[in-house]
């Protein structure tokens, strides 16, 4: 089964791609069937994802000695491109993740999308996604990569205008294609500067080929491809300053919103740091940007998601946050510490965001958490799972975020204090926003009249993932995640107590004063709120950059569009009408002339044989003259 999964990994994406195509043309209309067919794509995915993890624990495959298969994809004079696939501990660990999560996700699904007119169109569109996903898994060069990652986005543009008879739904869709292909552009840009100056966008042969030229060349060039191709990550992975695509991409279903945009897609720009770390990690400017911008991306979402009322936006700017952690421990030098936590959040954060889709799913479609509750007696399944994400996510013993998140803080920490000092404080701010929700939602006086039951469908998947959200954090230290996965150094393997000590007493005490302002209400939270004023309107209205974007683009795209409108009507049409008039002048005067009568032409031609004879007559007289003075002709 292992060689067999390992030598045929490219049918882990073709199996959902099939399943696309089948449904897509075929199947629409009949939903079980429909269903069924994705699900038992993306379980034969998981199965053989299972298989290649085997592979590569038995036959001790690496991050530097991967297994790659090839075949010649496009070739034409000087130029190359291969068409393959990639099996290390990094692509096994996000095949594992994609396709287990999307396996839970579309048996939520089924009781989540019951009675939905689009209900075969919502399963193509998953299996299209996890086709798109897992091939940018595997892939073997950048420009592969890029051509999955380009699908991935085509995907999210799908699923997130799902409904797209509603103008939220139309809105979000755009702004999130939009935004996202400012920073693919970039990405493009450094591909294809990379294929210029080494000839090649293969991840082995440039794992080869850098240590090389840096060494003769110093990190300039390469810094600013770098760059580059960190705008990708920056607009995929909903970084500051691109991440404001990301809470308005909840306008799609909750299974959407659980699967694409807090544990796979968001995710893909960290991988494709982590995929080219040989690259990123060669050049220290690079990895000094890559953390300040995880950094200050981790405190903005956390800041942000401490005002917001909608529960699936604050579980959205909860998911920015967590990305930068990520992208801060890429930046420090600890992919493990990364890929350890983004396994564990790709867990608990599909839970909440399904847990989420629950709890509105039962109030009506209720977003807002100050509407909401005491639920936990109606819906004690999803109270429980959803406590335990809660409290996964705060950094608590001995649930999963605990350990993965105080890994990040030790790589932080041995290397800038600053950086520990604002993941320490996003910690904090984590805790007491996520348990602001959960006692908003579950506790207090019940605000709903009908509060309908949740489906089986709809419950097991919760229960599969609170239980992954309380042991892969445990199993990953106890098994020591960093040498099962053998992603090398640099990395910070063991916990530091200290550390881990003070981020939990810190999460403990957001804890207690959440309880005081929203459990007990021993604290008025609108009396904060006014005394909080200008910081509290700030964060609240999203530091109003979504304002400011659409400033600039009143100032600049419509002003350049005005000036463009003016260039093109009074130059470019001023000319053109100005020489078509200028013709039109010629033609009339012209046209005096041609009138069609033969009485007029033999008048201007016996005018025109009077004149040219006086001509001539005048001008023999002139020479005549000269001649008979003695002069010179």
Same mark, same amino acid.
């Given at each position: 089964?292992?060689?067999?999964?390992? !030598?045929?990994?490219?049918?882990?994406?073709?199996?959902?791609?099939?399943?696309?195509? /089948?449904?897509?043309?075929?199947?629409?209309?009949?939903?079980?069937?429909?269903?069924?067919?994705?699900?038992?794509?993306? !379980?034969? +995915?998981?199965?053989? @994802?299972?298989?290649?993890?085997? *592979?590569?624990?038995?036959?001790?495959?690496?991050?530097?000695?991967?297994?790659?298969?090839?075949?010649?994809?496009?070739?034409?004079?000087?130029?190359?491109?291969?068409?393959?696939?990639?099996?290390?501990?990094?692509?096994?660990?996000?095949?594992?993740?994609?396709?287990?999560?999307?396996?839970?996700?579309? /048996?939520?699904?089924?009781?989540?999308? %019951?009675?939905?007119?689009?209900?075969?169109?919502?399963?193509?569109?998953? @299996?299209?996604?996890?086709?798109?996903?897992?091939?940018?898994?595997?892939?073997?060069?950048?420009?592969?990569?890029?051509?999955?990652?380009?699908?991935? +986005?085509?995907?999210?543009?799908?699923?997130?205008?799902?409904?797209?008879?509603?103008?939220?739904?139309?809105?979000?869709?755009?702004?999130?294609?939009?935004?996202?292909?400012?920073?693919?552009?970039?990405?493009?840009?450094?591909?294809?500067?990379?294929?210029?100056?080494?000839?090649?966008?293969?991840?082995?042969?440039?794992?080869?080929?850098?240590?090389?030229?840096?060494?003769?060349?110093?990190?300039? &060039?390469?810094?600013?491809?770098?760059?580059?191709?960190?705008?990708?990550?920056? #607009?995929?992975?909903?970084?500051?300053?691109?991440?404001?695509?990301?809470?308005?991409?909840?306008?799609?279903?909750?299974?959407?919103?659980?699967?694409?945009?807090?544990?796979?897609?968001?995710?893909?720009?960290?991988?494709?740091?982590?995929?080219?770390?040989?690259?990123?990690?060669?050049?220290?400017?690079?990895?000094?940007?890559? *953390?300040?911008?995880?950094?200050?991306?981790?405190?903005?979402?956390?800041?942000? *998601?401490?005002?917001?009322?909608?529960?699936?936006?604050?579980?959205?700017?909860?998911?920015?946050?967590?990305?930068?952690?990520?992208?801060?421990?890429?930046?420090?030098?600890?992919?493990?510490?990364?890929?350890?936590?983004?396994?564990?959040?790709?867990?608990?954060?599909?839970?909440?965001?399904?847990?989420?889709?629950? &709890?509105?799913?039962?109030?009506?479609?209720?977003?807002?958490?100050?509407?909401?509750?005491?639920?936990?007696?109606?819906?004690?399944?999803?109270?429980?799972?959803?406590? /335990?994400?809660?409290?996964?996510?705060?950094?608590?013993?001995?649930?999963?975020?605990?350990?993965?998140?105080?890994?990040?803080?030790?790589?932080?920490?041995?290397?800038?204090?600053?950086?520990?000092?604002? +993941?320490?404080?996003?910690?904090?701010?984590?805790?007491?926003?996520?348990?602001?929700?959960?006692?908003?939602?579950?506790?207090?006086?019940?605000?709903? %009249?009908?509060?309908?039951?949740?489906?089986?469908?709809?419950?097991?998947?919760?229960?599969?993932?609170?239980?992954?959200?309380?042991?892969?954090?445990?199993?990953?230290?106890?098994?020591?995640?960093?040498?099962?996965?053998?992603?090398?150094?640099?990395?910070?393997?063991?916990?530091?107590?200290?550390?881990?000590?003070?981020?939990?007493?810190?999460?403990?005490?957001?804890?207690?004063?959440?309880?005081?302002?929203?459990? @007990?209400?021993?604290? @008025?939270?609108?009396?904060?709120? %006014?005394?909080?004023?200008?910081?509290?309107?700030?964060?609240?209205?999203?530091?109003?950059?979504?304002?400011?974007?659409?400033?600039?683009?009143?100032?600049?795209?419509?002003?350049?569009?005005?000036?463009?409108?003016?260039?093109?009507?009074?130059?470019?049409? #001023?000319?053109?009408?100005?020489?078509?008039?200028?013709?039109?002048?010629?033609? %009339?005067?012209?046209?005096?002339?041609?009138?069609?009568?033969?009485?007029?032409?033999?008048?201007?031609?016996?005018?025109? &044989?009077?004149?040219?004879?006086?001509?001539?007559?005048?001008?023999?007289?002139?020479?005549?003259?000269?001649?008979?003075?003695?002069?010179?002709?």
């Amino acid at each position: 089964m292992e060689q067999f999964a390992l !030598t045929h990994a490219w049918l882990i994406p073709l199996v959902p791609a099939a399943a696309f195509a /089948i449904i897509g043309l075929f199947l629409q209309n009949f939903h079980k069937l429909s269903a069924a067919i994705a699900i038992l794509a993306i !379980t034969f +995915g998981f199965v053989m @994802s299972l298989g290649i993890a085997g *592979a590569v624990f038995n036959l001790g495959i690496t991050v530097d000695a991967p297994f790659v298969q090839r075949i010649e994809w496009i070739k034409i004079a000087g130029l190359q491109f291969d068409m393959g696939v990639i099996i290390d501990p990094l692509s096994v660990l996000m095949l594992l993740v994609v396709t287990l999560v999307s396996l839970l996700v579309q /048996i939520y699904s089924v009781g989540y999308m %019951k009675g939905d007119k689009g209900f075969g169109r919502f399963f193509s569109y998953m @299996s299209l996604f996890s086709a798109s996903m897992l091939g940018l898994n595997i892939s073997i060069n950048f420009v592969q990569m890029y051509v999955f990652w380009e699908l991935v +986005g085509l995907c999210s543009y799908l699923l997130i205008g799902f409904y797209y008879y509603r103008i939220p739904a139309r809105e979000a869709a755009k702004k999130a294609f939009i935004t996202t292909r400012i920073g693919d552009f970039g990405l493009l840009i450094g591909i294809l500067l990379l294929q210029m100056l080494f000839g090649t966008v293969d991840f082995i042969q440039l794992r080869q080929v850098i240590p090389v030229y840096l060494m003769a060349n110093g990190a300039g &060039v390469l810094t600013i491809i770098g760059i580059l191709l960190f705008m990708g990550p920056i #607009g995929k992975s909903g970084q500051f300053p691109l991440h404001v695509w990301l809470p308005d991409a909840m306008e799609g279903p909750a299974p959407v919103s659980a699967l694409i945009h807090a544990a796979t897609m968001v995710v893909a720009g960290v991988y494709l740091v982590a995929r080219a770390y040989f690259l990123f990690a060669s050049l220290p400017i690079l990895m000094n940007i890559i *953390a300040w911008i995880g950094a200050f991306t981790a405190f903005f979402g956390a800041s942000i *998601a401490f005002s917001q009322h909608a529960i699936k936006r604050i579980l959205a700017y909860s998911t920015i946050s967590q990305l930068g952690y990520m992208m801060l421990s890429l930046g420090v030098g600890s992919l493990t510490a990364s890929m350890f936590h983004l396994m564990t959040h790709a867990f608990f954060k599909s839970l909440l965001f399904l847990c989420a889709g629950a &709890v509105m799913h039962a109030v009506n479609e209720e977003a807002d958490i100050f509407k909401m509750g005491g639920l936990r007696r109606k819906m004690p399944v999803v109270f429980v799972t959803m406590t /335990i994400g809660v409290l996964a996510i705060s950094g608590l013993p001995p649930f999963s975020g605990f350990f993965s998140k105080d890994a990040i803080l030790a790589a932080a920490a041995h290397v800038s204090m600053p950086l520990y000092l604002i +993941g320490i404080v996003t910690a904090f701010m984590t805790a007491f926003y996520m348990a602001r929700l959960l006692f908003l939602v579950f506790f207090g006086e019940s605000r709903q %009249k009908e509060v309908h039951k949740v489906s089986r469908f709809m419950q097991l998947p919760l229960i599969v993932l609170a239980a992954l959200a309380v042991v892969s954090g445990l199993g990953g230290y106890v098994y020591n995640f960093g040498d099962w996965v053998r992603f090398g150094p640099p990395v910070v393997e063991h916990m530091d107590w200290l550390l881990a000590s003070t981020s939990t007493l810190l999460s403990l005490l957001a804890f207690v004063l959440a309880w005081n302002i929203y459990g @007990s209400k021993r604290w @008025s939270s609108d009396i904060i709120a %006014k005394k909080l004023g200008i910081i509290y309107t700030i964060t609240f209205n999203k530091y109003y950059i979504d304002e400011f974007y659409a400033l600039l683009c009143r100032i600049f795209i419509d002003g350049i569009g005005k000036i463009m409108y003016f260039i093109d009507l009074y130059i470019i049409d #001023g000319t053109v009408n100005a020489v078509s008039a200028l013709v039109l002048l010629f033609s %009339k005067l012209l046209s005096k002339f041609q009138t069609g009568q033969v009485q007029r032409y033999a008048a201007v031609f016996v005018c025109g &044989v009077v004149i040219l004879l006086l001509c001539t007559i005048m001008y023999l007289d002139k020479v005549n003259g000269v001649l008979a003075a003695g002069g010179a002709f």
